[in-house]
């Protein structure tokens, strides 16, 4: 596994974590599990994993959060494949299996998420695989890049931030590198590293509470961040009036 982080989507060090990606829940799979995946950029507000292996979900094989890109690459799912749930069976052990032998078209495509989803078309058609995708919205369990970033969708920042109302987790896609990912948590109050982790050592780089700090007062922050540049010029759009 590459040790540097992705300088940004589709790179190749971006599909050699791809690749990770596939084999660890293929593993997992084969030894009798059922799976929840999720990308290292995604942040619980509360267990999902009761809703996910509740009564009211037991139809679905697997389950996902909604990517918000509508490209026809993606469609109709249009499933994202940083946060997701995988329900053990003879026929996911064999999805999986399938997609591990991909690699050419993730390659291709500088994304596995593409093959994932023309994967996920021909199971439903070819063996019955039940798909259940959660999608964008103020009522959505599994938030995404796509709520942060688009104004119009993000009204469900305010709520989480005004009223304390909070989904079950958030996924950070549709964000450019790593770095950005971290200002966005840090105004967000999701980020509990120092800010020197050159001078401590593991637990001794976390605090107890939130390592707030604003960057940009056009995206979403627990705090008014209106002294702050903007970030997506020229639109100018405030969130915080």
Same mark, same amino acid.
Request: hydrophobic residues 40%; glycine residues 6%; negative net charge.
């Given at each position: 596994?590459?040790?540097?982080?992705?300088?940004?989507?589709?790179?190749?060090?971006?599909?050699?974590?791809? !690749? %990770?990606?596939?084999?660890?829940?293929?593993? $997992? #799979?084969?030894?009798?599990? *059922?799976?929840?995946?999720?990308?290292?950029?995604?942040?619980?507000?509360?267990?999902?994993?009761?809703?996910?292996?509740?009564?009211?979900?037991?139809?679905?094989?697997?389950?996902?959060?909604?990517?918000?890109?509508?490209?026809?690459?993606?469609?109709?799912?249009?499933?994202?494949?940083?946060?997701?749930?995988?329900?053990?069976?003879?026929?996911?052990?064999?999805?999986?299996?399938?997609?591990?032998?991909?690699?050419?078209? !993730? %390659?291709?495509?500088?994304?596995?998420?593409? $093959? #994932?989803?023309?994967?996920? *078309?021909?199971?439903?058609?070819?063996?019955?695989?039940?798909?259940?995708?959660?999608?964008?919205?103020?009522?959505?369990?599994?938030?995404?890049?796509?709520?942060?970033?688009?104004?119009?969708?993000?009204?469900?920042?305010?709520?989480?931030?005004?009223?304390?109302?909070?989904?079950?987790?958030?996924?950070?896609?549709?964000?450019?590198?790593?770095?950005?990912?971290?200002?966005?948590?840090?105004?967000?109050?999701?980020?509990?590293?120092?800010?020197?982790?050159?001078?401590?050592?593991? #637990?001794?780089?976390?605090?107890?509470?939130?390592?707030?700090?604003?960057?940009?007062?056009?995206?979403?922050?627990?705090?008014?961040?209106?002294?702050?540049?903007?970030?997506?010029?020229?639109?100018?759009?405030?969130?915080?009036?």
């Amino acid at each position: 596994l590459p040790e540097e982080a992705a300088r940004q989507y589709g790179d190749g060090i971006f599909l050699k974590m791809m !690749m %990770a990606k596939v084999i660890c829940v293929d593993f $997992a #799979l084969a030894s009798g599990y *059922n799976v929840l995946f999720q990308d290292a950029d995604v942040v619980w507000f509360k267990d999902p994993l009761p809703f996910l292996e509740s009564e009211e979900l037991q139809e679905w094989d697997m389950i996902f959060e909604d990517d918000g890109s509508r490209q026809t690459r993606f469609r109709p799912y249009s499933a994202n494949s940083g946060f997701y749930f995988v329900r053990n069976s003879v026929l996911t052990q064999f999805y999986f299996s399938m997609l591990l032998r991909m690699g050419d078209a !993730m %390659a291709v495509e500088g994304s596995h998420q593409t $093959a #994932l989803v023309t994967l996920l *078309n021909e199971f439903a058609s070819w063996k019955g695989l039940r798909t259940k995708v959660f999608h964008i919205g103020l009522d959505n369990p599994f938030p995404g890049g796509v709520e942060y970033h688009r104004r119009g969708v993000y009204d469900l920042f305010f709520r989480m931030f005004k009223n304390n109302t909070y989904p079950y987790i958030y996924h950070m896609c549709w964000t450019l590198n790593m770095n950005d990912k971290v200002k966005y948590y840090q105004q967000m109050g999701e980020w509990f590293l120092k800010n020197d982790t050159n001078s401590c050592l593991g #637990l001794d780089c976390c605090m107890d509470k939130p390592n707030i700090i604003c960057h940009f007062q056009d995206k979403p922050s627990i705090i008014p961040c209106l002294d702050s540049p903007f970030k997506d010029e020229p639109r100018r759009v405030k969130f915080w009036n």
